[in-house]
């Protein structure tokens, strides 16, 4: 297998985001979106325009995933919300864990066949393990999948039946198969971090199937293999690094949030970059996300929004 090369990074737009997160690159739209969770806001960035646009949300926001034009699946605070982010219309909301107040939902990805999971944890960060993960099916039925997870993130799908997934307070990667009727069969430890290394926190895969995963306290990126060795890493300029996506106009470019949640003085100063978005040039290419499909009824179609 070739060697692994990555540029140095470049700084794509200085913000002081306090958890920036949710990275998602958009083909049809030239851009990187990402949000920050605990300033309820998401951002889009051009990178052929150079056009960035700040949107404001109600709850605090984890992740988006794309539907179509400017359909989106925006992952809230205890609401999964279907909407058009041009016109502000709100299609559908799916409302989650209405037992569980003081959670919220996390990362989210679509798997290969376009539906979409995601995890909750306890926004309190305490040491109590609240959270689950959950898929989003085609029909709009949530199934949960796993739980008692203190902070989810990711997941990343090496195929319809196997990903990885992340309790970042555990320090630790999962690797876990799935059958069709939406059960565990497997679920071993895939990687423990040490201390030393912060906790893994959103990761991604390249099409060698290799696992980039970002340390948050740990001002890197990591390359693993399939058999989880480290095969290379990257050092950026910002301590909590949060997640990372394939994109650009060859799907070779790689697109990293930080942010400056529980960061000190001295931190800062010393990673002064921390809350900004990122992007590093590879020699390798990503695994495009697909979008979020779903069947609708075809009088009242869900999507008969105006999405230009």
């Given amino acids: 297998m070739n060697k692994i090369v990555t540029s140095e990074p470049k700084i794509l737009w200085k913000l002081k985001c306090k958890l920036g997160e949710g990275t998602l690159w958009v083909k049809e739209h030239n851009s990187i979106y990402f949000v920050d969770i605990k300033k309820k806001k998401f951002f889009s960035l051009d990178i052929k325009k150079n056009k960035k646009k700040i949107f404001s949300v109600n709850k605090e926001i984890g992740f988006l995933a794309h539907v179509k034009g400017f359909i989106f699946v925006l992952g809230l605070q205890g609401e999964l919300r279907i909407q058009n982010i041009k016109t502000k219309k709100i ?169 400056t949640k529980g960061l000190n003085k001295s931190d800062l100063q010393k990673f002064k970059y921390s809350g900004c978005l990122f992007s590093v040039k590879t020699n390798t290419k990503g695994i495009l996300q697909k979008k979020f499909t779903y069947k609708y009824e075809k009088k009242r179609s869900l999507l008969r929004e105006n999405t230009h």
Avoid at 218 to 226: R, T
């Fill in 91 to 259: 299609i559908k909301s799916i409302y989650i864990e209405k037992n569980l107040r003081l959670n919220r939902i996390n990362d989210g990805k679509t798997d290969p066949a376009g539906n979409l999971w995601f995890g909750t944890m306890d926004n309190l960060e305490r040491k109590i393990e609240k959270g689950s993960l959950y898929k989003l099916d085609k029909k709009l039925m949530i199934n949960k999948i796993d739980s008692n997870y203190r902070i989810t993130n990711g997941p990343a799908f090496i195929d319809q039946s196997n990903f990885y997934h992340t309790d970042s307070s555990k320090k630790t990667i999962y690797k876990i198969k799935i059958n069709k009727n939406n059960k565990i069969t497997n679920k071993k430890i895939f990687k423990k971090f040490k201390v030393l290394d912060g906790s893994p926190d959103g990761m991604t895969l390249d099409k060698n199937k290799n696992l980039w995963v970002a340390h948050f306290h740990g001002a890197k990126i990591s390359v693993l293999n399939s058999k989880a060795k480290l095969i290379h890493t990257i050092n950026l300029p910002a301590k909590n690094i949060t997640n990372c996506t394939f994109g650009g106009q060859k799907n070779n470019q790689l697109f990293v949030t930080s942010a």
